[in-house]
């Protein structure tokens, strides 16, 4: 019988027995719990702001509409919604991480467990590719969502938000790939020809 822990670490782990444990009925479920978390996230951001009232400027300054650019410019108090800004974007991404966080301490208790190098230098390749991506988008979603109003700048704001929503997911790929060998020395030969000229 299977131990039943993490799907991460079963499919790290025991490949074999992941299509039994992951289930369309848990993929079901998984996904129903995300579409509803996120949807009730996004009620309480729009709740609240529909209790903000607004005078004078009528535009965003920022490359998209987000909670922060808004919230600077209301002219109610909006110390309940940067509370609110800050307990839920921390919520929502501090919970998943520790899902990731106990899912990595079974698989590189596993990994520990390898007895070739080899092995163990493949599987801590393809974990540093994801913890690499994990670290990028969670770090960059509470920058993005935690800094305090008062400080508010439009430069720092627009820098963050590019990084959260263009860069690091456009790095994604990138990232990933760089485990490739074939990859790797084509990104030599580039960096190559760059230097030379």
């Excluded at 998209?64 to 650019?69: A, F, H, M, S, W």
């Excluded at 110390?79 to 998943?96: R, Y």
């Excluded at 690499?132 to 920058?143: C, H, M, R, S």
């Excluded at 790929?173 to 230097?195: D, M």
Aim: charged share 15%.
């Amino acid at each position: 019988m299977v131990k039943k822990g993490p799907l991460q670490y079963v499919a790290s782990c025991r490949p074999l027995h992941y299509t039994h444990l992951m289930s369309n009925r848990v993929c079901v479920m998984l996904a129903s719990a995300i579409w509803l978390w996120g949807f009730l996230d996004s009620a309480v951001y729009a709740a609240q702001a529909s209790k903000l009232s607004f005078c004078g400027v009528s535009q965003i300054p920022h490359i998209y509409c987000d909670v922060p650019p808004l919230i600077e410019i209301a002219c109610s108090d909006t110390h309940v919604n940067e509370v609110i800004n800050h307990i839920t974007s921390t919520f929502v991404a501090l919970v998943p991480f520790l899902f990731i966080f106990i899912s990595y301490l079974y698989i590189l208790a596993s990994i520990l467990r390898i007895r070739s190098s080899t092995g163990r230098r493949k599987a801590f390749s393809t974990c540093g590719s994801h913890i690499t991506v994990v670290t990028l988008y969670i770090g960059n979603a509470l920058l993005n969502y935690n800094r305090p109003i008062a400080g508010y700048s439009l430069e720092v704001d627009t820098l963050v938000s590019t990084m959260f929503c263009i860069v690091t997911p456009m790095l994604n790929p990138l990232i990933y790939s760089l485990r490739n060998q074939e990859v790797r020395e084509a990104l030599r030969k580039v960096l190559h020809r760059q230097r030379i000229r």
